[in-house]
């Protein structure tokens, strides 16, 4: 997979189910995240944007039992 950014490509490379996650400053900037800090993330650190793979076993643990999403959206997405 590819993203473009500032005119450059660079290659994202999926990790466990996890396609990419970046935190989000509100002011137009971002910094990519991997598992393990997306694991310790909490509402107060700002938004988190998420891409997942959700085939992924992993995927599919860490939205029922990690992420906090009600179980009503982790079922909808499962489908």
Do not use: N
Not at 16 to 45: H, N
Not at 65 to 75: L, N, P, Y
């Amino acid at each position: 997979m590819y993203r473009v950014t500032d005119k450059t490509v660079d290659t994202i490379e999926e990790e466990d189910g996890l396609i990419c996650a970046f935190a989000l400053d509100g002011q137009g900037s971002r910094k990519r995240l991997d598992w393990t800090v997306v694991r310790e993330w909490l509402p107060a650190d700002g938004v988190l944007c998420i891409h997942l793979d959700r085939k992924e076993v992993h995927t599919s643990t860490w939205l029922r039992e990690e992420s906090g999403v009600d179980a009503v959206f982790t079922e909808a997405l499962r489908r």
